[in-house]
């Protein structure tokens, strides 16, 4: 999920917890975690000063600064703030671009002797190679579609036989 004020990804460390899970990681008894109301964002891709005035814009009040974690806590409130603010860096961040979005092949199969008998290009895209004998290959498993004998594997009827 992209942040909309930074357009940065968000990586987010916590959100809703548990009461047993947040007793195992140390929150508090009266934790916003525990009602769903927040989250803590990792500040690896972001700038902690710019990200926090974003988070102020739509609503967000509570505030923990957790620098040598890596992450900011942020919640609905009370209004509050603690914690050891994170340094002010030198350089900004590089504008993030998001992967180009793949489409995905169709798959097929293909086959052939020698040692490597069976490719299939799945709609994945990736290449799986079986081995096989350089023995002639078998029919082919109706279910599976792969030129070796499986579980699946069962010869064609024929009428006469």
Known sequence: MACRGTGKLLIVRSGYRGPEHN?????????????????DIAMANHDPVAF???A?????????????????????GPARQWGERFPVRE?????????????????????????????????TGVEVVQTSSPKPNPPSCRSCRISTRCAG?????RSGE
């Open 23 to 39: 007793r195992a990681v140390g929150g508090t008894t009266c934790a916003k975690h525990l009602d769903g109301a927040a989250f």
């Open 56 to 76: 102020r814009e739509v609503g967000f009040l509570g505030f923990g600064y957790y620098p040598r974690s890596g992450f900011m806590h942020i919640d609905l």
């Open 153 to 157: 594997y069962s010869s064609p009827s």
């Open 52 to 54: 926090e005035a974003t």
């Open 91 to 123: 350089t900004a961040f590089a504008a993030e671009t998001l992967p180009a979005r793949e489409v995905l092949a169709d798959g097929r199969t293909m086959t052939g002797g020698g040692v490597a008998g069976v490719a299939t290009l799945g709609a």
